[in-house]
């Protein structure tokens, strides 16, 4: 018996390794007829059941491709190349013939000009890599019927879809995705994602989107950002396309049958109206199934003042390597319980003024109203007696959020361009709790209970504005470009508590009440504003020299007045109640040196900052401080691009 546990021990232990076993390398080379290497190239693994991509790669500088981890079976391998006929023929791959399966050089032929047409309109590659770019062809992905982009994004190799709707492109976050070049909505990628409707969308295109400064001056600074843009079908770029999708139902008890009278609804709309150079976009939702709506973006615009532009004296140190992996406006907090209704809409209207002027504006407005409750019953065994708790809480929370975006880029003439970014968002917040528990003793005897209410009233606003100007001097890499911004933020908030405990004797009489009720007012005005010039000289072979400097100021005004009530009167208290100001700007300058190559770039470089901090509390017997920091800051990044779907970085910069 002993020896038949111990196998089937070892059999446990040996499972993963043997499933691992079964795992296969594919290789090969690409040629062409005279059997040069076809750098560049791209190669796919097709399933030969319905021909879907199921991973793909670049051939290497001698043309080299290589496939890892592959299970067994039989596949279609498919190689494209410009200005050659596609290459195409089945792959069966058996781990017992080893652990590698070599198809040698694989030969690609010239397409005539006729072939070429023909070939064209015959064949749809699913994924083509164009420089930095990888490019799905949305038609080569199966969805069902009435499916948003997501659902076609979750079928892209080297995409993946989180539960909370964010999205990764080769395991990094994308930070944009636009619709035809443009943005979409401000620029938060799940509006378009989970709204336009999968089968309007052409090409799927994955690519690091370098900064408008380094596109408008050609001086690469080093920037990215993954970036996903939705190449429309032609019939959708001039004219009506959109989506509807609603549902109702009744609740369902845990015994099967409908309960209650409460009525589930849930309903979506995507309306679109494309014409070159101009789109229009509306949004619309409502549901009580606990989807909330539009973004995290409105809740953390309400749930606190910006950020400050900078501090001091730290460091920060950052390495990333990235890869393809293995081969309605919901948002989800990770908090589902209660009962959450919704209503959220929003407009997106890009227009283009000639070719020489662009605006993209969007507004979104949401509500929320959501309803908690909870009992429990709690049991404790303890060696000086049992004891047991019951508890009960309720809440309701009812959120309205707007936020506009503006962006306007005019171009002056080829060698001037001028850009404003704006963006506003004002929150209102209603909150109201309660909650009571009894704590019973031996004999379930009444020892002391507790009751407290909560309920507050919050709003927020928050507008930001940038202007940028940038030149580009007549000697190619010579630029110049300055910016003003500005903040203001402002945050108001009233709110009362009141706590009662009641803690009884033996005979279940209250021997002692004690009462909590207090008022709170809070305020927090926060402006800010700086300006900032940069300066980037030539030095020949894609070598610069950059030069920069700038002032920022953040003034924080905050009031907190709380007041103890007893008996229906308000009492100052001096201990809890805050007032304090603070004032913190500095001038930073600085030099630095970039080199541009075409597979790498990177800078160095090195700031002095000077900075000062006023600060004043008026609460107490009050306090006032004023110093000055004086710090270098140095700063370097590197970029290596071994293809479009795999880099290295690495950041380095202080504060």
């Known amino acids: 018996m002993k020896t038949k546990y111990a196998l089937l021990f070892a059999a446990l232990l040996l499972f993963p390794l043997l499933l691992h076993a079964q795992k296969v ?32 790669t670049r051939t290497g500088e001698a043309g080299d491709f290589t496939f890892r981890n592959l299970s067994e079976g039989e596949y279609l391998l498919r190689c494209t190349y410009f200005g050659y006929q596609s290459f195409q023929q089945p792959v069966r791959l058996e781990a017992g013939k080893g652990p590698v399966t070599d198809l040698g050089t694989l030969q690609m032929q010239l397409r005539s000009e006729l072939l070429s047409e023909v070939e064209i309109k015959g064949e749809a590659n699913p994924v083509t890599l164009k420089q930095d770019t990888i490019e799905f062809n949305a038609g080569s992905f199966k969805v069902k019927e009435n499916a948003v982009v997501e659902d076609l994004l979750k079928k892209l190799p080297g995409v993946e879809v989180e539960r909370d709707g964010t999205v990764r492109a080769q395991g990094e976050e994308v930070k944009n995705v636009m619709v035809d070049g443009k ?37 690469d600074d080093g920037q990215r950002e993954k970036t996903i843009n939705l190449e429309l079908k032609e019939d959708k770029k001039n004219g009506w396309f959109g989506r509807a999708v609603a549902g109702a139902g009744s609740d369902v008890n845990a015994g ?20 070159p150079g101009q789109q229009i976009s509306i949004l619309g939702m409502g549901n009580n199934v606990n989807q909330a709506g539009f973004s995290i973006d409105d809740y953390l615009a309400f749930s606190g003042a910006m950020r400050q532009m900078m501090g001091g004296g730290g460091g920060r140190v950052q390495l990333q390597f990235s890869q393809d992996g293995d081969n309605d406006l919901p948002l989800d907090f990770g908090d589902n ?22 605006l993209n504006s969007s507004y979104m407005y949401s509500n929320s109203d959501k309803e908690y409750g909870r009992t429990s019953t709690r049991q404790s065994f303890l060696p000086g007696g049992d004891f047991s708790t019951l508890s009960q809480s309720a809440e309701n929370n009812i959120t309205d959020n707007h936020r506009l975006n503006l962006t306007y880029d005019q171009k002056i003439d080829s060698f001037n361009s001028v850009q404003f970014n704006s963006a506003f968002t004002y929150s209102q917040r209603e909150a109201f709790s309660g909650s009571g528990s009894q704590t019973f003793g031996a004999g379930q005897v009444l020892q002391n209970e507790g009751n407290r209410t909560y309920q507050s009233d919050a709003s927020g606003t928050n507008w930001t504005g940038n202007l940028l100007f940038r030149h580009k001097f007549a000697r190619k890499g010579r630029n110049f470009s300055a910016n003003v911004n500005f903040g203001l933020n402002n945050n108001d908030s009233e709110s009362s508590s009141i706590s009662e405990n009641k803690f009884f004797d033996d005979g279940g009489q209250a021997a002692r009440v004690d009462t909590v009720a207090q008022d709170q007012l809070f305020a927090n005005d926060v402006g800010n ?127």
Request: hydrophobic share 35%.
């Open 25 to 56: 390398n594919l290789r090969g080379t690409v040629v062409d007829t005279a059997s040069a290497p076809l750098a560049g190239g791209t190669v796919m693994l097709l399933a030969t059941s319905d021909s879907a991509l199921l991973a793909f």
């Open 183 to 219: 943005k979409f909505f401000g620029n938060d990628p799940k509006v378009a994602t989970k709204n336009l409707p999968a089968d309007a969308v052409d090409k799927v295109q994955v690519f690091d989107k370098k900064s408008d400064q380094a596109v408008f001056s050609g001086v």
């Open 256 to 275: 099967g049958s409908d309960g209650g009278d409460e009525l589930r609804f849930e309903g979506n709309l995507s309306l679109n109206r494309f014409k």
């Open 337 to 358: 319980q209660g009962f959450l209704r919704t209503w959220a809409g929003g407009v997106n209207f890009n227009q283009e003024f000639g070719k020489k002027a662009d």
């Open 529 to 655: 504003w700086g300006a900032r010039g940069t300066y980037t000289e030539p030095l020949g072979k894609r070598r610069y020299l950059e030069f920069n400097y700038g002032y920022f100021r953040t003034e924080n005004r905050a009031d907190k007045d709380v007041y103890n009530v007893t008996n229906g009167e308000r009492y100052y208290d001096d201990l809890l109640s805050n007032t304090y100001t603070n004032i913190f700007g500095y001038h930073r300058g600085g030099a630095g040196f970039r080199i541009n190559r075409k597979f790498w770039n990177g800078s160095i470089g090195i700031d002095a900052q000077s900075a000062t901090l006023e600060g004043e509390v008026n609460s107490g017997q009050g306090a006032a401080v004023k110093q000055q920091f004086e710090h270098f800051l140095p700063r370097m990044d590197f970029q290596y691009q071994f293809a479009p779907s795999r880099n290295l970085r690495f950041f380095y910069n202080t504060d």
